[in-house]
């Protein structure tokens, strides 16, 4: 889990992202990566629940604990980003309609398609049409299971 304040001094076209803490269970082996360079904590709550941190980037996996920062950090108006695909497969109507009702976005675009760039295209090129749902597995992983499950008759667990 770690966390951005949105800087003053921005870039021509964007804005500067500030490291500003990290949460990590390992709390030796994250101040050994960031350093100086931010606040080091094993609360998490404490990274979602901090009032100067603007985005939280979830990167715990799995759908408990992530779920229930996810949404806490939504709860608290912050943007979210998170490549956690059992998150957004389980939870992910949850989680977006609770952004939208606080007026929040979740990036996840490196859930998607392998980090494909197929969101930002979707939203900002086909803009203009009424795209209302989409759905579907694309990656060679997932697409090699399905196809041994469907061709072979496995189950799940034997693939």
């Not at 779920?67 to 108006?77: F, H, M, Q, W, Y």
């Not at 939870?91 to 392998?114: L, S, W």
């Amino acid at each position: 889990m770690s966390a951005a304040q949105s800087g003053r001094d921005c870039p021509p076209g964007g804005r500067a992202i500030t490291l500003a803490m990290v949460a990590d269970k390992d709390l030796e082996r994250a101040r050994s990566v960031v350093g100086d360079a931010a606040v080091v904590t094993g609360d998490a709550y404490e990274v979602v629940n901090h009032p100067d941190i603007d985005i939280v980037v979830e990167l715990i996996g799995g759908t408990t604990i992530a779920r229930e920062l996810v949404l806490k950090a939504i709860d608290n108006g912050k943007q979210v980003v998170t490549a956690n695909k059992a998150l957004l497969a389980t939870y992910g109507n949850e989680i977006f309609i609770a952004a939208q009702r606080k007026g929040v976005t979740v990036a996840f675009e490196a859930a998607v398609a392998g980090g494909v760039p197929i969101i930002k295209a979707l939203r900002e090129g086909l803009a203009a049409n009424r795209i209302e749902w989409i759905a579907g597995i694309i990656n060679g992983t997932s697409n090699f299971i399905l196809s041994e499950m469907r061709e072979k008759g496995k189950s799940f667990a034997k693939c």
